[in-house]
């Protein structure tokens, strides 16, 4: 069964330093997403891709972030300099155009020290 | 604005008995609704959908849940637990949109032997 893939699973990093994650959405899909969940947290949206530009994104998501599709299959989250509050888990999503339910990968967990 | 409530953030049930996961949600459109299942330390997998098809929804594992649009309730049952069913339950709602979710804080489930 396909599904969402997401690299690295866990990265360790200083704060202030940049860190690009890394996923790979089913590969039918349209619609990609990030979200992340601090620990003990809900997970929270940050931010929708489709058609090669962002449709939707939170207030969480300032000018630090960013996104790409660089190729027809990768979809990153950049982060530019990274804080101590951007310690969480990140998951990626992707969605097929003719439904609704979203599919996760299984998360990069990001430690900023 | 969409956004879910979930009452009880742990539950504890024993092995052979109901379990029951309350969700409620909050939309200004009709709703999508969706349970995930996230097991420690993976990502968040479907449980099921609803897409304003039948109000009844049956999900993997033996799990269902009705759509209650008068209580604006979408709460999670299972006749039966197991041992395999302790894991963390998010409820999440999306808009007609079917951009952004929003999720609940997440009940986290606890199968007694």
């Known amino acids: 069964e396909p599904e969402v893939t997401q690299t690295p699973s866990h990265q360790v990093t200083q704060m202030g330093q940049e860190v690009i994650l890394r996923c790979v959405p089913i590969s039918n899909h349209l619609y990609f997403y990030w979200y992340r969940q601090i620990l003990g947290q809900k997970v929270e949206f940050l931010v929708s891709?489709?058609?090669?530009?962002?449709?939707?994104k939170s207030e969480i998501f300032d000018d630090q972030f960013s996104v790409e599709r660089p190729d027809g299959s990768n979809f990153t989250l950049k982060i530019r300099s990274t804080k101590l509050e951007d310690s969480a888990m990140y998951f990626c999503?992707?969605?097929?155009?003719?439904?609704?339910?979203?599919?996760f990968g299984p998360g990069t967990r990001l430690t900023v020290t | 604005a969409q956004s879910v409530t979930q009452l009880g953030s742990h539950v504890s049930v024993s092995e052979g008995a109901l379990v029951l996961l309350r969700c409620n949600y909050s939309?200004?459109?009709?709703?999508?609704l969706f349970w995930y299942v996230q097991y420690p330390n993976q990502g968040l997998q479907l449980l099921l959908k609803?897409?304003?098809?039948?109000?009844l929804v049956k999900g993997i594992n033996g799990f269902e849940a009705e759509f209650k649009k008068s209580e604006t309730s979408f709460h999670l049952t299972k006749p039966s637990a197991h041992m395999s069913d302790a894991a963390e339950y998010f409820c999440?709602?999306?808009?007609?949109?079917?951009?952004?979710?929003?999720f609940g804080t997440g009940t986290s489930l606890t199968v007694i032997p």
């Open positions: 609803y897409t304003s098809a039948a109000t």
């Open positions: 891709f489709y058609n090669n530009e962002i449709s939707e």
């Open positions: 939309s200004s459109v009709p709703p999508y």
């Open positions: 999503a992707s969605r097929a155009a003719v439904s609704y339910e979203q599919y």
């Open positions: 999440a709602v999306s808009g007609t949109t079917g951009n952004q979710f929003y």
